[in-house]
């Protein structure tokens, strides 16, 4: 994460654009050949996360690398939409999360505060603190948000696996 090409993260709402007061993430492009690992391993875990969710799912997004700076967060907000500038948003049946740093909150020693992955469920919150290697699998129509980040950055991997064709 801190080798590769950065660029501001975007929101999908009626196009493709950078928000700020919605979220405040950069994208990164970390070398070809460590996204190539990630991808063999993101697509070993296609069975135990349509089984755990009681999902079918086809293919894969593509890997995304995040980081989220000091300050950085992510509003609420859901990954499966309808939106003519990427058409993949409608096609989201499960979102993948991949930690790559501890947040202090985790009650382990961490590099940052906050960052917290909450998701909105139909019962009750749901509040993960960040665990370096955790991986979340969730519906992609379920509400989210990361919470604002501080002392340092939460870096992490995204992905979604498409609707089975």
Known sequence: MDVGAVEDAEVLSHGIHRQSLVRNAAVVEPPGRLIEAIEVRLDSCRG???EALGLGVGDREGAGFIRYPEGGFYRAHRDRGDDPEWEGASRR???LV????????SGLEGEFSGGVLRLFLPQQDLDVSPEAGLLIAFPADVLHEV????GGTRDTIVDWFYDPS
């Open 98 to 105: 991949v930690f790559l740093n501890t947040s202090r909150d």
């Open 48 to 50: 135990r996360v349509a």
């Open 147 to 150: 919470t604002e980040v501080r």
């Open 93 to 95: 049946a499960v979102a």
